[in-house]
């Protein structure tokens, strides 16, 4: 089992910045791509930003890309996720998330989530 506990939401005028920590316990060497995901009210969960386990390949949604920068350091089992020019549209639920790679098949064995961290951007 892996458990996920994140950190560092709050409430921040447009514009500002915040940075979003995930620490991971647990069986945290069989951890290989983390991300995290968010979600706003009425709105279904949706992939924020993503990396791979030695955090070389990222992803984002566009609609954050050039504001947020995820990053990970693996000694701390922490992954973070780096939040400029935040906007009201970017209030949500921040969830980390881990998953689990099936060696050699490459398919995902298990999948974990943290119970989030909110974020509000005012206006």
């Not at 915040?18 to 968010?38: E, Q």
């Not at 400029?84 to 064995?109: F, K, M, Q, W």
């Amino acid at each position: 089992q892996v458990q996920l506990v994140e950190s560092g939401g709050g409430l921040v005028q447009a514009g500002g910045s915040l940075r979003l920590s995930c620490a991971a316990s647990g069986r945290t060497l069989s951890i290989g791509p983390m991300a995290w995901f968010r979600q706003a009210p009425g709105k279904e969960r949706g992939l924020v930003a993503e990396t791979n386990w030695s955090g070389g390949r990222t992803d984002y949604a566009d609609s954050v890309k050039g504001r947020f920068t995820i990053s990970r350091d693996n000694a701390k089992n922490t992954v973070y996720l780096q939040m400029n020019s935040l906007n009201p549209e970017d209030t949500a639920v921040y969830h980390c998330n881990a998953r689990v790679i099936e060696p050699g098949t490459g398919l995902l064995r298990e999948e974990y989530w943290g119970k989030g961290t909110l974020v509000t951007v005012s206006s």
